[in-house]
């Protein structure tokens, strides 16, 4: 792919002095160690020269999460038809609880479980170990909740502390209930952020589901499985039908409405679409090395990019889903248009900053660029090296680059290239509405969504246009 | 087929009509005695933990950053949490422990956190809370500070008060309660001068998620003329300005005035259980009278604050008190048909409890079932004893450490009309098919509600407007075409 247009007014001297300039304002040990994590883009590098996944700096206000939020709020969380426990202190379960918008169909407390489950731990719990309570917890929830197609044991920071041993209940449970009981040792304190949670869970799905169950239907030619998408405000439900129109048949996803025994089975497709390469390319990683299975990463973010993944997915396959990729361009290319004819005119030449997690700060720049939108700066929350190879290459020469950017650093960023949309967090949010800075959501939507697929793009279009264009941004400053 | 496949299961499936079954099984009085005989599992609990209590005191006073000793996980959960319920920043530093942190303890990240807050956010004050991790391995904050303060990573007369507040403990309001007696301790300390009375009235409104209210609070105060020092203080924190400018720290209580509180002339809390040590101290260690009093929900209880203040400051109640409290029953006696009778279900903290089913009572509705997901005995004995006291208490049942899962079986097998509670009650309210009145913390989805307050004269005029135009729009949009009238 071509190289970016550089964008006016950007050039290295610039963000190279602005990250210096607020290097200069911390500790020097501070500053010493957020420095590798901050580089002026070069597109055509072979490797971005960003550092990334290391601990967080103490004191800085960072914006991760921890193993535990990784593993309950993103992996597990999203599967619908198990009953997801919480094992430790009441807070952690509670704060998760239907925070990160995973819609799931099924009938809730019957067939789905968008609850909070715990156990509530008490001091004693600490000082005489949870184990027996946890066994008598999940015969309790089994009895009450009867249709489960498992149950999952995620431990939070005390449980690993006091040493429980959450796996061997579940294992004996497991006979006990003849379903499936996953222990996911997923401790808050394990690891630098979110990241190291979804490598856990990945580990208990490779250890504890994959291989345990077998579709009804016979294997197929088409069977793909959806992995990394967790159908945050919809994003699976507006993914699939595009993906059923070209012909392939969705066995599985991992895991935004997930069905763990189809989860369990996805060891006989023919093909791994991964969405969120950040939190399960390690699962496709496996799945290949044992089953064969080949995998492709794929970005449904505006029509551009939905295109060219539509393409390469096709080049997977036979002339028949070609040809049907190319009948579903044609459909939807004449209703993207009237959506860029729509917006274009009124976002072209804004800019925007990024800062999210997994997946978001890369794959979403194509959606801005298809309505005229520049990002001047993109980061990631919990990323490693290779998210950062595959970021570069999507963004301008001389732009900004940050990793696990602080509040600080990231207002001293924002400061400087006064960008026209901030994308980021929750946390964020109101920090930067306050000074009069159009924000979205990009974790969450903004309590909106989908933007997947053609669907999606509707939807983001709209939502980008009425953050900068609100007229209320027009009146934030007082005439008197 | 390798091996794998062969031991693989085929899927499991459910019939349509076991579904059907297992739906209207847990609506069942079996099912809730089943459900009632839970010992060790916790279902959607409405309670959160003690750290984030302490982070919402942090927030109350002035140039105050709240610091966590602990894992990064909590931070963020906390701050989320808070940014959510009030749609506004809600800054906190941690010293982000990890692995090793859980090995050799945390005290390496507590001084390099310092260090970094200090330097960075350029704060006023450190109010240092724990979360489970240092709880569990034993890290001793106290010697940490001290240390840190020798190394000279803690600027010389920068106060750090700090509490102790595993999540395995308690409840957030514990943790409000904790790290609200040592911010007044520390800053208290040494400043008592016999003799010396401000004059001041030092006002505790206790764990509140509404911003309105302590404003509200504020206001009477200065109507009566009754100079107060608020602790803690959220209301600027979490309803600032949006004019351009992001401030990192809008409001929060002086640190001079809460050091000065301990001259002050009286003290009222008006929440009981959240702030219980907190009231123990003062009324150790403050100057003049203290008190605690219910929050004044409803009609009856604010007259009883305004009287206390009255009372204690020798100040009559304005006209323009009066007026308000007038123009509040007019609307309570002209409403009151719409809520008569009406069941509710009422979920939350023990002082909102009481200060709700005291509104219901008070305007003929009937409180049906209290669900508090941490309370003790003697929160019991109290909210039953406030039941005795009116023909409209009777047959309430009272659930302590019960949750919402619970709630749902009552709600299935003695049905109400509504629920009061926070967001986390709407699946209970869904399968109730009844309307949930968002009250409490957090509300997660609505706007604005903390913007209105639910306390004193104006908040009783809030909360019935609330809750009987809903059901007038219930009756508007379910009732048939020849009952569809223009008048309610």
């Given at each position: 792919m071509s190289e970016r247009k550089p964008i006016k007014g950007m050039s290295k001297a610039r963000t190279e002095k602005l990250i210096k300039k607020t290097l200069a304002e911390m500790p020097e040990k501070a500053a010493k160690k957020r420095a590798p994590h901050f580089v002026a883009n070069e597109p055509s590098a072979s490797t971005c020269a960003v550092r990334s996944n290391k601990k967080v700096v103490p004191g800085v206000m960072s914006q991760r999460g921890c193993a535990y939020a990784g593993a309950?709020?993103?992996?597990?969380?999203?599967?619908?038809d198990v009953v997801h426990v919480s094992h430790g202190p009441v807070g952690c379960g509670m704060y998760s609880w239907g925070t990160r918008r995973n819609l799931m169909q099924g009938k809730p407390g019957v067939t789905s479980f968008p609850y909070n489950f715990t156990s509530d731990f008490q001091e004693r719990d600490i000082v005489y170990g949870g184990d027996k309570k946890l066994m008598k917890l999940l015969r309790e929830a089994n009895e009450l909740f009867p249709l489960n197609k498992g149950l999952s044991v995620l431990s939070e920071c005390p449980v690993g502390l006091i040493g429980d041993d959450i796996n061997a209940v579940a294992r004996e449970m497991e006979k006990e209930f003849g379903k499936l009981v996953i222990p996911c040792n997923c401790e808050g304190f394990r690891g630098v952020s979110q990241s190291l949670g979804h490598h856990i869970s990945n580990d208990s799905i490779r250890d504890f589901v994959i291989g345990k169950h077998k579709y009804d239907e016979e294997p197929g030619p088409y069977d793909v499985a959806l992995i990394g998408d967790y159908n945050i405000g919809g994003d699976v439900w507006a993914a699939k039908p595009i993906l059923e129109e070209i012909g392939l048949n969705i066995k599985s996803v991992w895991t935004g409405d997930g069905e763990i025994e189809k989860i369990a089975a996805t060891n006989s497709v023919k093909l791994n679409l991964i969405h969120c390469y950040r939190s399960m390319n390690y699962m496709c990683k496996v799945m290949e090395e044992k089953w064969n299975i080949p995998w492709l990463e794929y970005n449904f973010f505006g029509p551009t990019k939905i295109e060219s993944s539509l393409r390469a997915i096709g080049e997977l396959f036979d002339d028949k889903i070609k040809k049907n990729v190319e009948k579903v361009i044609r459909k939807y290319r004449k209703e993207m248009d009237e959506v860029i004819a729509r917006y274009k005119p009124r976002l072209e030449g804004k800019t925007a900053m990024l800062f999210v997690g997994g997946l978001r700060p890369r794959h979403t720049i194509g959606a801005y660029e298809d309505l005229g939108i520049q990002i001047t700066g993109a980061g990631y929350e919990f990323a490693h090296q290779d998210d950062y190879d595959r970021t570069g290459p999507e963004m301008a020469r001389d732009t900004i680059i940050y990793d696990d950017v602080s509040e600080f650093e990231l207002e001293k960023f924002v400061d400087e290239f006064k960008p026209d949309l901030i994308g980021s967090g929750i946390k964020e949010k109101y920090v930067f509405q306050k000074a009069g800075i159009p924000f979205r959501q990009m974790h969450s939507w903004d309590y909106s969504g989908p933007y997947h697929g053609y669907e999606g793009f509707k939807i983001f279009a709209r939502d980008i246009d009425m953050a900068i264009n609100s007229p209320t941004w027009d009146l934030v400053k007082s005439p008197f | 087929m390798n091996a794998e496949a062969a031991v693989a299961k085929p899927m499991t499936t459910h019939s349509p009509e076991e579904i059907e079954r297992v739906a209207e099984w847990i609506n069942t009085e079996e099912y809730k005695e089943k459900n009632f005989a839970r010992e060790a599992l916790v279902v959607n609990p409405a309670h959160m933990c003690q750290p984030l209590g302490a982070q919402m005191v942090a927030h109350g006073?002035?140039?105050?950053m709240p610091f966590?000793?602990?894992?990064?996980g909590c931070v963020s959960y906390f701050r989320s949490t808070f940014t959510r319920h009030f749609r506004e920043p809600a800054s906190a530093a941690a010293d982000a422990m990890t692995e090793d942190g859980a090995v050799f303890g945390g005290q390496a990240n507590f001084f390099e956190g310092v260090e970094n807050t200090i330097a960075l956010y350029?704060?006023?004050?450190l109010a240092i809370y724990t979360t489970c991790m240092p709880e569990v391995i034993g890290d001793d904050l106290n010697a940490y500070v001290k240390n840190a303060r020798a190394r000279d990573l803690i600027p010389e007369g920068l106060p750090t008060p700090y509490a102790n507040t595993?999540?395995?403990?308690?409840?957030h309001i514990h943790g409000y309660d904790a790290m609200l007696k040592n911010i007044l301790q520390y800053l208290t300390e040494g400043k008592k001068v016999a003799g010396k009375c401000t004059g001041k009235l030092n006002l505790i409104p206790g764990f509140d998620g509404n911003t309105a209210n302590l404003r509200e609070y504020k206001r009477y105060c200065e109507l009566m003329e009754i100079p107060c020092t608020m602790l803690a203080d959220i209301s600027e924190t979490f309803d600032s300005v949006c004019d351009g400018t992001y401030r990192p720290y809008p409001g929060g209580t002086k640190l001079e005035d809460t050091a000065e509180s301990i001259n002050g002339k009286a003290t009222i809390s008006l929440q009981k259980y959240s702030t219980s040590t907190t009231m123990k101290f003062i009324s150790a260690e403050f100057a003049g009278e203290s008190l605690t009093m219910p929050m004044p929900f409803g009609i009856k209880a604010t007259d009883a604050f305004l009287l206390k203040l009255s009372e204690l400051f020798d100040k009559p109640v304005p006209e323009a008190l009066k007026a308000e409290r007038g123009r509040a029953v007019d609307a309570i006696t002209d409403g009151h048909q719409y809520i008569h009778g009406k069941k509710f279900a009422v979920v939350g903290d023990p002082d909102y409890l009481l200060g709700i089913v005291t509104f219901l009572l008070e305007t003929g509705a009937i409180p049906k079932h209290i669900v508090c997901s941490r309370a003790t005995k003697k929160f019991q004995q109290e909210i039953q004893a406030l039941l005795d006291s009116s023909p409209f208490g009777e047959g309430c049942g009272i659930y302590i450490n019960k949750d919402l899962w619970h709630l749902r079986s009552l709600l299935m097998t003695d049905p109400c009309d509504a629920i009061i509670g926070d967001t986390h009650a709407k699946w209970a309210a869904r399968d109730a098919k009844i309307p949930l009145f968002r009250v409490g913390m957090?509300?997660?989805?609505?706007?604005?509600?903390?913007?209105?307050?639910?306390?004193g004269y104006n908040g009783a005029i809030n909360l019935l407007t609330q809750i009987a135009n809903k059901f007038l729009d219930i009756k508007d949009e379910t009732c048939e075409d020849p009952w569809f009238e223009m008048m309610r």
């Open positions: 309950k709020g993103v992996v597990w969380g999203p599967i619908r | 006073f002035e140039k105050t966590i000793h602990g894992s990064q350029k704060p006023k004050m595993p999540s395995f403990n308690g409840s957090p509300i997660l989805d609505r706007i604005n509600l903390h913007r209105t307050p639910i306390i």
